[in-house]
C-alpha cells in the first residue's frame, strides 16, 4: 500500500527537519503530520493568498536568524577545537566496558560543561564500545562542522585495557627444556661428524 502524501502548499512557519526552512512554501506532507503536528504546533500554515504575503517576511527573518545560528556555531567550534572531555565508565575484570558511550551520552556530557548540542548534532555512527580517547564530529547549526576529543577511562583512570599477565605453565617449561636438550644433542652429533 503506498503512503498518501498531502499536495496541500503550506507555509512554514518554523524550520522541520526534512521538510523545510522558515518562511518555504512546501508540498508532499503526509496528511497524518500536517493534522496533528504541525498545524496544532503552529509550525505551518495552509498557504492561501493572505499567508504568502507573509512568505517575504518569514524569509527576512530566516535570513537573519541564519546569520546569528551562523555566528554562534563558529564561536563554538572554535571554542571547542582546543577542548577535551572525559567520560568514565565501569569495566569488567579483563577491562572490557560495560554498555557504551552513546550520541545521548555526549550530548549529556557536553551539556554539563553548559555547552547547548542537540543529539542530531553528534555524528558517530556507532556508539562507543571502547576506551580511549576518541575525535567526536559534530554539525552545528547551518551546517557547521566542529569536533571534540573525548577521553573514555575506566574508574582508574586508564584509557588501556589492561593486558592478564600469563604465567608459563609448567607443561610449557618442561616443553622449552626439551627442546633445547635436543638442540644440543643435535649440535654435539653434527659436531661428531665433522671431526
Request: aromatic share 2%; hydrophobic share 35%.
Amino acid at each position: 500500500m503506498a503512503k498518501r502524501r498531502s499536495q496541500q502548499q503550506l507555509l512554514l512557519l518554523e524550520d522541520v527537519d526534512n521538510l523545510g526552512r522558515k518562511g518555504e512554501l512546501v508540498k508532499g506532507a503526509k496528511p497524518g503530520f500536517i493534522r496533528n503536528f504541525l498545524l496544532p504546533k503552529h509550525r505551518a500554515v495552509i498557504a492561501d493568498k493572505r499567508t504568502v504575503r507573509m512568505q517575504e517576511h518569514l524569509k527576512e527573518e530566516r535570513k537573519k536568524q541564519s546569520e546569528i545560528d551562523r555566528q554562534e556555531s563558529h564561536a563554538m567550534a572554535s571554542n571547542l577545537k582546543d577542548k577535551s572531555f572525559t567520560h568514565t565508565v565501569k569495566v569488567d575484570a579483563s577491562g572490557h566496558m560495560y554498555g557504551s558511550v552513546t550520541a545521548q551520552d555526549i550530548v549529556n556530557i557536553l551539556a554539563a560543561e553548559g555547552l547547548g548540542i542537540e543529539r542530531k548534532m553528534v555524528l558517530i555512527g556507532q556508539p562507543i564500545r571502547n576506551l580511549g580517547i576518541h575525535k567526536i564530529p559534530l554539525r552545528l547549526k547551518e551546517g557547521v562542522d566542529a569536533q571534540v576529543s573525548l577521553r573514555v577511562q575506566d574508574e582508574k583512570g586508564n584509557i588501556e585495557i589492561a593486558q592478564p599477565v600469563h604465567e608459563k605453565s609448567p607443561a610449557t617449561e618442561e616443553f622449552a627444556e626439551e627442546q633445547e636438550a635436543a638442540a644440543e644433542v643435535e649440535q654435539a652429533i653434527e659436531l661428531e661428524t665433522e671431526e
